[in-house]
């Protein structure tokens, strides 16, 4: 079985600044795919940025990078130059790289953006 | 391109009431979420359709719930009786093809039992 560990509850980071927020999975596929969507207050879950279990490269979407540690099964999320706008829950998620399994969700990280 | 839609976005019931969500995924998508967000988790899968078939129907408590996806496009997810534990985010979600890796969601519709 798949799981996604999230232990950072809330995480306060200064406007402008770089935030790392935690991941780590557990799994005993060899191919699968990591992802982090963002929930606003809104409800709407909205992907940030995907990262194959076989990408060598770690994955980047303008300000977000997935910093990604196969060996520690970590599945960091970094956000470089915070906005307030980033305020909000963040999820970690992963599924099998193959059909189209659903989602198993981290228990989330609500960011606070401070100006 | 619109996105995925759900009706309504809100709702309180009384505990006992039958309550029905609908879900309207993006033109094309073959494959169709219903995931329940309870408060301060993640979203959990009750159940995953391709096209009409419901091929992940595990988590889904049975007794209660119930879903459909006639003619493999939209979709109803209803409960009867609600209870209080069913207090909770109910989110709707598609992708297309095989191996498609993102999901796109909807907004949600957040019920209340009472």
């Known amino acids: 079985a798949q799981k996604i560990t999230q232990t950072q509850p809330g995480m306060f980071v200064q406007e402008k600044e770089a935030v790392t927020l935690d991941c780590t999975y557990d799994t005993s596929d060899q191919s699968y795919g990591l992802f982090w969507y963002k929930q606003p207050s809104s409800g709407e879950m909205i992907f940030l940025i995907y990262?194959?279990?076989?990408?060598?490269q770690n994955a980047t979407e303008g300000r977000y990078s997935l910093n990604f540690q196969k060996a520690r099964k970590s599945a960091n999320l970094v956000i470089s130059a915070s906005q307030l706008g980033d305020s909000a829950m963040y999820f970690c998620?992963?599924?099998?790289?193959?059909?189209?399994?659903?989602?198993?969700f981290g228990k989330g990280t609500r960011l606070s953006v401070i100006a | 391109e619109a996105g995925v839609v759900q009706s309504p976005r809100y709702k309180i019931i009384e505990k006992k009431q039958p309550v029905a969500f609908w879900c309207n995924p993006i033109?094309?998508?073959?494959?169709l979420y219903w995931y329940r967000q309870n408060l301060g988790q993640g979203p959990e899968l009750l159940i995953r359709y391709e096209n009409e078939e419901a091929v992940d129907d595990s988590q889904l408590p049975k007794d209660r719930f119930s879903a459909e996806r006639l003619k493999g496009v939209d979709s109803t997810l209803k409960i009867q009786p609600a209870e209080l534990g069913d207090s909770a985010v109910y989110l709707c979600?598609?992708?297309?093809?095989?191996?498609?890796?993102?999901?796109?969601f909807g907004p949600g519709t957040r019920l209340t039992v009472t």
């Open positions: 990262q194959g279990s076989y990408d060598e």
């Open positions: 979600a598609s992708s297309w093809g095989q191996s498609s890796y993102e999901q796109y």
């Open positions: 033109s094309g998508h073959n494959t």
């Open positions: 998620a992963m599924r099998e790289k193959t059909g189209n399994t659903p989602l198993v």
